[in-house]
């Protein structure tokens, strides 16, 4: 990766851990820009569990000393039944703070774990920003069973489908990588993708956007 784009992720990364306080619950995405946020977060020493994503953010949380909570028993406390914050990358993201992610095969993790949370962060360098959503194969992870009803059907949607090669999901499932789609209505059309029957979770964050952007530009970072 270009270095300006590495120091812009780790100038959102950075700023992001300036938010976090002790004692909050803290969601983890997957991806470069959040390992940038979880050795930060680690550094910083902070009293923060943490819910991970992925095996991969775990084990980057487990080598930054963070102390790990699965999703389940962080949030059965019915008092407090809510991460207190989700701090993910994104791969495209708009001016209404829709998002494709997934480029990391974690979208439905992600999905879940930011629905589980009442304040999503997202955190990314400015090549993210976006107009509008779809340049940015959308990822779709699917049962492997159904892998060519939901490529016929994709395809049906005027979508043209590639199988990632040699990946499977920490579900055990494919993600099919999909461009050319209609994304003038990203909540429709997240929706729509969620019908068809095989689909586990597809890569638009539009029913979950985020609710604050961080941008790294020029290795420093501000609030959009
Ligand atoms: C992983 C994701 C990531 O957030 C997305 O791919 C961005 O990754 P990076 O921070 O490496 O650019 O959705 O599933």
Redo the contacts with the bound molecule.
């Keep these: 990766m270009a270095k300006k784009q590495d120091d812009d ?1 780790l100038a959102a990364a950075l700023k992001a851990v300036e938010e976090m306080r002790p004692g909050i619950k803290v969601g983890l ?6 390992s940038y946020f979880i050795e930060a977060l680690g550094k910083e020493g902070l009293d923060v569990p943490v819910v991970c994503s992925s095996r991969d953010s775990e084990q980057k949380a487990t080598k930054a000393g963070l102390k790990i909570m699965e999703l389940n028993k962080a949030i059965s406390d019915s008092n407090r039944p809510m991460l207190d914050v989700y701090v ?4 495209e993201i708009d001016p209404l703070y829709n998002m494709i ?7 439905t993790r ?1 999905k879940i774990v930011a629905a589980a949370s009442l304040e999503f962060i997202c955190i990314v360098d400015g090549s ?1 920003i976006v107009k509008q959503l779809g340049k940015f194969p959308l990822p779709i992870e699917v049962l492997e069973f159904a892998e060519v009803y939901v490529t016929n059907e994709l395809t049906e949607l005027g979508g043209q489908v590639v199988k990632r090669k040699g990946f499977k999901t920490d579900e055990g499932n494919i993600i099919l990588d999909v461009t050319g789609l209609d994304f003038s209505d990203p909540l429709q059309l997240e929706t729509e993708l969620n019908n068809i029957p095989g689909v586990v979770e597809n ?1 638009i964050f539009s029913v979950r956007n985020a609710d604050k952007v961080i941008v790294g530009k020029n290795g420093k970072a501000e609030y959009i």
Excluded at 29 to 34: I, L, Q
Excluded at 88 to 91: P, Q, T
């Design positions: 992720k995405g997957t991806g470069s820009t959040v993910d990358g994104a791969d992610k997934g480029g990391g095969g974690a979208l992600e993210k890569g």
